[in-house]
């Protein structure tokens, strides 16, 4: 063994001697060579001679060859280690690493280490340490570059220091390896101001941030971080960083949106963030790699509990418009009405006693829809037959009035209605004998609703001498003497605006409903989920604020809005060729807003409530007038000013706008309720333009 040892020795003592003769030169390159393979030698059969050989040939210099059988240190191992890490620091972590790979010195090594990065200058230590924690062999040489290796030999494991600058980002590496984010983002804090400090102190902050949310309310409940801090120490961890705040936005989408589809279409890609993370994790840092994983794989379950498929929709072609502008709206498109549908349900669940009722608001709001809808809300037994009352305003007499609403009610019930001649003759005895001939068809359980809209028909007609004024009373006996059958009214105007005698008795038991405008969460409902569930386009949260804000929950302007930003978004992808988000903003409620089209079309509307408020009270619209050009809206004495009336001239006209939803009052200032009515008074000048109004 020592023959084969010196033969080696001298061998390799020449070749080493020849590659660092600067050093020792060749005599003393052979020297070495020679001892060291005595000492191998005898290290082969004798540990207790090797030791000897060693300790008294060794001498601190470079390229010793370690024994790999003893933990014992090596005397002048650390001096070695040191110039090393002096000359080279990324050579010499790169030989630290080979001697902890075939050695068992990690007590010289630990101490080269240590000694080196306390005296290493602050604007060099983060450099330093992120490249020790790249590929360490042993990730306990990083730990005890900030504990105590006694303690951590007396079972004290946990244990890190915060003194130093040096200790303290040691820990911090230790601790985001060990998923410990916390205790990280203590330590970096403590470095925030040295070269890249600040940077890992964000990054540690970021992902305690992130491994904290654990469901998709937690998620969504995150701040994104949308940009890293720079210069970027570690840009694959930041791109890690991006995806994971690409995830939050979607998942903001996913709890905020209404739309089922923009719903899916964000869980997909939230989850494509996620999965692309996964591919790309052998490119992130060791320090947080795990970390980083367990966050991804937290979020993945959560979203993929939120649904079991989701897909990304592809817009290739122009989207079918789904909202309705003048009709009523019907079947699944009906929404955002709950809390009048609950007190219908209410007054009309069985064991109650049935009673009318009148639905009553400002033009347009929702009641024909509501009327055609009750049929879908309300228990089997109860059959409905809606009478559009506008299509009797031809009627030449009560006859005919009669047959219009009796053949309604013969469809609904599927019966034989009245027979014509019998009605012209006796118009209000064949219609009683009709009316008990329904009656004993709905025998015990069924009931019926007459559905009866815009009532002020009967008003008009009584006016104009076309039925008699003994017909709210001839009806009225009816209901009273059938407890099966209820009317439902709908209409503008209150019950004690009909003003004439007539109507009082008929009202005084019937039940009152207001049919106010939306509210702003029930917009956003409507114009997010009109009806098509494969409707793939969604809306910015500003964009709802700013629809709401221009329409004040107004349900038909609501509706005209959502149909002009899909004729929009059409016109645009497909006609001009300019690809668009499938995310309706602020920007686009903005043009539509702007656009003289938009007002053209809902010229019925606003002609609709400019014309209401010429009815009744004299002097409104002249308040609208005055109020238009005002956004801050005006007080008594400034209308007063402004109108050249009087406050007792001004006062009902008031009331009664604001009754019609037209006017509001905050704080003593009155303005138009609707802006998009307001800046139509402004612009059309509608006393000018219609000046028979």
Known sequence: GVAGGVAYGVAGGVAGGVAYGVAGGVAGGVAYGVAVGVAGGVAASRFEAWTIGLLLLLRPRKNRPIPASTAIPVPFLTQQIRYWLRQD?????????ELLRYTLQF??????????????????????????????FDWKLVQVSSASLINLKSGLSDEVRLDTPAHALSAGFWCLHKKDSATAVKAFEITQEIPHGEELYVLAQTLDHFIKAENISAIADLTPLDSAPTPQLRPNTWNAIAHLSNTIHETITVQQSRSIVARSSALNRALGHLDTLQKSKDSLPEAERDLILQITETWQKALLAEAAAVGEQTIDKPIPNPYTIGDPVLGNKFIGRNNILRQIEELWSPGNPFQSIVLFGHRRMGKTSILRNLSTILDADINVAYINLLRSKSAEDLPDFLIAIADKIAAALNIPGPDDEAMIAHPFRTFDRFFETAATHLGDKGTLIIALDEFETIEDLITRGKIPTDLMAHLRGLVQATPQIAFAFAGLHTLEEMTADYFNPFFASIIPIKVGFLTEDSTATILANPGDPDFPLDYSSAAHRAIWTLTDGQPYLVQLIGFMLVRRYNDLVFEQARPQAPVLTETDVAAIAEDSTFYSRGSNYFHGVWGQAAQIEPHQQSLLLALAPNTNGLTLTELATATNLTPDDILPALDLLEKHDVVTQNAERYYIAVELFRRWVCDTNPQRSNPNA
């Open 89 to 97: 620091w990324v050579r010499g972590i790169d030989n630290v690493n």
């Open 107 to 136: 007590i010289p090594v630990n101490r080269a280490v240590n000694q080196i990065l306390a005296e290493t200058p602050s604007p060099l230590l983060v450099e330093r340490l992120t490249k020790l924690c790249e590929h360490p």
